[in-house]
């Protein structure tokens, strides 16, 4: 059975077999409200292809950086300052930050710098951030993969530095590979998330990133958590893609 489909189980109402002449209208409707309040249950029940659960973090804009990078924005040699270390082991938020600026002179200050150094430098952003910025098609990329990525400049205290970096991040879970295998997951494998509640949403296309530096954590940005009233910590349900 793939993704999407299901078996109604039991007779429906008449016994009759599709397809079959002379029945009423009344049947028809009895037969049409019994598929109808089958298909509900079946959206409605919790427990309906869950794989697992995970609780739920917001990954706000934020900018990885190169030596380089840094280099130019704050100066050479610069060391970043770690104030506050993040779910996945080695990295940690910054107390620097950089000015994004987009085309036409619009701009984000205050963008936290994430460390430590990396081998390219990486502007993660949502798209109302992008619409802020002038950069109305953010390429949806994975992390580190920059082909058309968007060009930005990012100023700091001493420089700046212009680079085509800006991409929305690729909806994802972290998992270390003993989490994958207890959980049946494989790297690179796309699943679907369904966050429940009043302002419940599907999420698709959520990337699963295996890696012995990682631990298990769901990364959305703030648009997608924002779509679905989340706000970090709330647990939501993991399904087959
Ligand atoms: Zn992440």
């Known amino acids: 059975m793939s993704a999407g489909t299901f078996v109604l189980p039991g007779p429906l109402p008449g016994g009759r077999a599709s397809g079959a002449k002379h029945a009423s209208i009344a049947d028809d409707t009895r037969v049409v ?65 950089l000015t994004v600026v987009g085309p036409r002179m619009r701009c984000i200050a205050d963008v936290r710098i994430l460390g430590p150094c990396r081998g390219y430098t990486q502007v993660e952003l949502a798209p ?10 953010l390429p949806i990329r994975e992390s580190g993969h920059l082909d058309g990525a968007l060009p930005v400049t990012l100023v700091g205290p001493v420089g700046s530095a212009t680079v085509s970096a800006a991409i929305r991040p690729t909806r994802h879970i972290h998992m270390s590979p003993d989490e994958a295998r207890s959980r049946g997951m494989t790297a690179n494998e796309r699943v679907t998330l369904r966050v429940g509640g009043e302002a419940g949403v599907i999420f698709t296309n959520v990337l699963i990133r295996v890696h012995d530096r990682y631990r298990l954590d769901l990364h959305l940005d703030t648009d997608d958590a924002n779509a679905a009233g989340l706000v970090g910590g709330e647990w939501v349900d993991v399904l087959r893609g």
């Open 128 to 137: 109302t951030d992008g619409r802020i910025l002038g950069l109305a098609a």
């Open 33 to 97: 409200e019994e598929v109808v309040r089958r298909v509900r249950s079946h959206l409605a029940s919790p427990a309906a292809s869950t794989l697992f659960t995970i609780q739920a973090s917001v990954s706000a804009r934020h900018i990885h950086v190169t030596r380089a990078a840094l280099d130019a924005t704050y100066g050479a040699g610069y060391e970043l300052t770690p104030v506050k270390d993040l779910s996945q082991p080695a990295q940690y938020a910054s107390k620097e930050t």
